[in-house]
């Protein structure tokens, strides 16, 4: 299972184009707590598969809750995610140590985000010589946005405000490095962070705090005036929030998670603390069924208000839960606290896959995948 998690995140790391991250801090959250968001999109539209699984990397210190592709969250609080940006000139990264690679070492081994910051100042420090990238990490008390090269690495703390990162290098000491421009690329990177930065900034300004529905509305994006350069375009796989919260956010912490496009998937909270996965999350029939929505009813304006109706009922359901679970966590009962969360979300899961099965048929779309599998990239 562990070599077949790394060498999926090996081919995925060669196909990954254009992904859009983001860090609210908690004073511009809604929540009150720090959110990390990321939407994965995928070079020319590819299908991936996408599922939510345990990741427990061999002599790792900690479990981790993964959601495919390249996000990471571990039982200590420690979230991790990133967006691929281009080479740069400072020499070849190791071949064998890939963005999977690195990701499972930090998030399997540190609890917080200085320990992962000293451990990626190591990699590039002790000659191991990590692929170009960019990684956003949170806590719950911290969060930062980091770009690292084979031999550089700069990083900003979050602390206020907000901050977003596309698909090319934004910090000064690093862009520099640059080693091949595609001018076309680099201008749809920066099309999509200035218009995710106006939309966040706007959100801010008109309420004061940016809200869980306006990330997600923010995830299903897009503007005509810039085909192809915005968020999110028709390649986009999956996305998730992390809601992490101050104190012990591995157990309080939780993922809103979108297993599939997010045009066509409704939004599922997911429990940091959860023991069991929902079998079709797991094995990533929730998301070849919405690649069947995606394929069939592209265009099909009845969709979306269904699977929007759902989400902000379960984000409902699940924060009157939660404050009910979290009256048994502060008396103590951990376990107590873990177990109704845990009915809850296969009990929404049920739901969201009934809604999606539901949408299907009525339009008398077969429910079996007719295409080829999409790809794992897990």
Avoid at 7 to 18: C, E, K, M, R, T
Avoid at 60 to 74: D, E, R
Avoid at 225 to 248: L, W
Avoid at 372 to 378: F, L, R, S, T, Y
Wanted: with cysteine; glycine share 8%; hydrophobic share 40%.
């Amino acid at each position: 299972m562990l070599k077949l998690f790394f060498s999926l995140l090996a081919v995925a790391s060669i196909s990954a184009f254009a992904c859009t991250s983001w860090i609210i801090s908690p004073e511009a959250s809604e929540t009150g707590t720090y959110i990390m968001h990321k939407t994965r999109d995928w070079g020319g539209g590819k299908e991936v598969g996408v599922r939510l699984f345990h990741h427990q990397r061999e002599g790792g210190k900690y479990k981790a809750l993964a959601f495919s592709p390249y996000m990471l969250f571990n039982e200590k609080g420690l979230g991790m995610i990133d967006t691929y940006v281009p080479p740069t000139r400072d020499g070849e990264h190791d071949k064998t140590f890939y963005i999977g690679t690195l990701m499972s070492m930090v998030v399997c081994n540190c609890a917080t985000v200085q320990e992962a910051l000293a451990m990626l100042e190591g990699f590039v420090k002790d000659g191991k010589r990590p692929v170009s990238e960019h990684y956003s990490l949170c806590d719950g008390k911290e969060a930062a946005v980091v770009e690292i090269t084979p031999q550089h690495i700069a990083y900003r703390i979050t602390k206020h405000g907000f901050s977003v990162h596309t698909n090319h290098h934004i910090y000064p000491e690093i862009a520099y490095l640059i080693k091949n421009t595609k001018i076309n690329s680099g201008v749809a990177s920066a099309t999509r962070l200035h218009i995710t930065q106006n939309i966040l900034a706007e959100h801010l300004k008109e309420k004061g705090k940016i809200s869980l529905v306006d990330t997600l509305a923010l995830s299903r994006f897009a503007d005509p005036e810039y085909k192809g350069m915005c968020p999110f375009r028709n390649g986009t796989v999956c996305a998730s929030d992390f809601i992490a919260p101050a104190e012990q956010a591995g157990i309080l912490g939780t993922l809103l998670i979108c297993p599939g496009p997010t045009k066509y998937a409704p939004s599922i909270p997911i429990p940091l603390s959860i023991s069991k996965i929902p079998a079709v999350l797991e094995n990533g029939d929730f998301g070849k069924l919405v690649y069947q929505i995606k394929r069939n009813l592209p265009e099909d304006a009845s969709v979306q208000p269904r699977l929007i109706a759902l989400e902000q009922g379960f984000w409902k359901e699940y924060n009157e839960t939660y404050a009910a679970a979290k009256k048994k966590f502060d008396a103590g009962d951990v376990d107590g606290f873990k177990a109704m969360l845990q009915g809850l979300v296969e009990k929404q899961t049920e739901q969201a896959y009934e809604l999606v099965k539901t949408i299907l048929t009525e339009k008398n779309i077969p429910l079996q995948n007719p295409n080829p599998e999409p790809k794992p990239a897990d």
